[in-house]
């Protein structure tokens, strides 16, 4: 009886619930730990289709870019709007340029690119890849004798690694260029004045762990968008489902990753 009763008290089924998404989060993480060790195996042997890894560098490439530009600008014009005028006001205006820099190349080019990229491509790769599985493409590919593996994988995960870094320097140019325009419309500040202060507190160190960091965004965000579609199954709600898991890991992972480079290169 006592049994009974507490198998129907809240804090039972609360327990049932995180014992299920614990489950969840553990079957996945060990999904992408072992795909990630596969893919690194054939990298590191150059078991690599060429002619696909083109073929998804431009895709992930000029496809992200236009959503991409338009964050990045945005949010810049939004902070130098903001900022400009008050620190023109407490005589800091020769230090917006500079603001505005740090904040782009140190965080927001990174972590806006990441978001873009995650609603572009990385959704796009989880579907692809889940409709692939639950039509039993991927398991014809199999029968072939092809290795989906690097058919499927390698040039997605690859073409991450290789343009996001390029996808955040052309968006943190065009941060910075839109942050001197809202800065010299919404406050009066020259465009010199802008950007003789931009290397005043930034340094080439920061573009390098941009640019590494960026690769890493690229290689998580592809790993993770790749994995959760090979493993779909049910059909149509299999796709959404996967689509939706890659998205949200994906939308954790870099937070989580950013966090990391933060207190590692930072605090």
Request: with cysteine.
């Amino acid at each position: 009886m006592e049994r009974f009763y507490f198998k129907n008290t809240f804090s039972y089924k609360l327990l049932l619930v995180i014992q299920e998404y614990l489950n969840v989060f553990l079957s996945t993480l060990g999904q992408i730990v072992i795909m990630m060790g596969s893919v690194l195996k054939r990298i590191v042997k150059l078991d690599i289709d060429m002619k696909e890894l083109m073929y998804q560098c431009a895709r992930f490439g000029v496809s992200s870019l236009p959503i991409t530009l338009s964050i990045v600008g945005m949010s810049s014009i939004i902070v130098a709007t903001q900022v400009a005028g008050e620190m023109i006001k407490q005589g800091g205006g020769n230090y917006v340029g500079m603001f505005v820099a740090i904040l782009l190349v140190r965080e927001e080019a990174v972590i806006m690119s990441g978001f873009a990229i995650i609603y572009m491509i990385g959704s796009s790769l989880a579907s692809e890849i889940a409709t692939m599985k639950v039509t039993e493409q991927i398991d014809a590919i199999q029968v072939l004798k092809v290795d989906p593996i690097r058919y499927l994988f390698v040039p997605r995960i690859l073409s991450g690694i290789i343009m996001m870094p390029l996808v955040v320097i052309v968006a943190t140019v065009f941060g910075i260029i839109g942050g001197a325009v809202a800065s010299n419309l919404s406050s009066g500040l020259s465009y010199r004045a802008f950007f003789d202060s931009v290397w005043f507190g930034l340094y080439v160190r920061d573009m390098y762990i941009s640019l590494f960091k960026a690769a890493v965004f690229g290689f998580v965000i592809a790993l993770i968008s790749c994995t959760s579609g090979y493993y779909a199954n049910g059909g149509a709600k299999g796709v959404g489902d996967a689509t939706t898991k890659a998205v949200v890991w994906s939308f954790i992972a870099i937070v989580f990753i950013d966090m990391i480079f933060a207190i590692a290169f930072f605090f």
